[in-house]
Every structure is written in structure tokens, then in C-alpha cells.
């Protein structure tokens, strides 16, 4: 599991590198924590399908 992701932070309004705060095993796949460490803003992936970042 890759612990950095390059994306868009909406807080910086910049290509950044995000990094993997946590990540646990749910009945949906896996969950993943990612944090901006500019800015602090934060979202979850599960399963790399559902993003909260997009709700």
C-alpha cells in the first residue's frame, strides 16, 4: 500500500502530496486516511471507490 498520493489539495488550491495517516480493514474494503501536511485538510478512501472528498 502506497503511504503518498499526489491530488489536488482544495484547501491549497495546488498539486500536493498527500500522505497516509491510517487505514484499517472494514466490511467495504480497505480505509484509508490521507492528510495534506501544508494545510492539514484531510478525506477518506475506501476501497479506493468511495472518496469523501468528492461528497
Known amino acids: 500500500m ?32 490521507w492528510y495534506c501536511p501544508d494545510c492539514g485538510y484531510g478525506f477518506v478512501r475506501v476501497n479506493g471507490d468511495i472518496d469523501s472528498s468528492t461528497a
Open 2 to 33: 502506497a503511504t503518498e498520493l499526489e491530488r489536488t489539495c482544495p484547501d491549497c488550491d495546488d498539486e500536493q502530496t498527500f500522505y497516509r495517516a491510517a487505514a484499517t480493514n472494514l466490511h467495504l474494503g480497505l480505509k484509508t486516511k
